[in-house]
């Protein structure tokens, strides 16, 4: 009889905390207007919990007095374009604070990493973001979980409808 009280107790108590967890949790769906610092305009991102990292839309890429070999700029500045989907454009500089590898349907690609304050729905975090040509994509942001981690619950049925709110 004791271990079944234990069982129950045990059970009741994680439905507490899973309960606590969940409601300091902001709802966010597959895609969401996302505001960049230092852009003067939203993006309509994707969310995307299978990706670990933050990634945008970065053309016209150079690197102040840079390297032919990326590592070696770790530490540099990096201006890059940046583009929403209706063609708004802007330009950002940034120091590159890593190098990182990735891999994806597309294959294995070393990109630059900056750090970008990123708000959605009262949320600000600066996080590490990668930079990526993303010309053929819909989406000129792309938001991982570094961004996603510990205050957003996704609901793949919301979306943001193109006139910057949610349907």
Not at 3 to 9: F, K, L, M
Not at 101 to 111: A, I
Request: net charge positive; glycine share 6%.
């Amino acid at each position: 009889m004791k271990s079944i009280v234990t069982i129950i107790s045990l059970f009741l108590l994680s439905i507490t905390v899973a309960s606590v967890s969940f409601a300091q949790k902001t709802v966010i769906g597959e895609t969401a207007w996302i505001g960049v610092e230092g852009i003067p305009f939203n993006f309509l991102a994707r969310i995307d919990t299978g990706a670990r990292t933050t990634s945008i839309h970065a053309i016209d890429v150079k690197v102040v007095d840079g390297s032919i070999n990326p590592e070696e700029n770790v530490g540099k500045t990096v201006s890059f374009r940046t583009l929403s989907r209706e063609g708004k454009s802007t330009i950002l500089t940034r120091p590159i604070v890593k190098v990182s590898t990735v891999t994806n349907s597309q294959g294995t690609e070393q990109r630059y990493v900056v750090s970008l304050l990123i708000a959605c729905n009262d949320v600000e975090k600066e996080v590490e973001v990668n930079l990526r040509n993303r010309t053929a994509m819909t989406y000129k942001l792309l938001i991982g979980r570094n961004w996603l981690t510990r205050d957003f619950l996704v609901d793949v049925d919301l979306k943001a409808d193109d006139n910057g709110g949610a349907k």
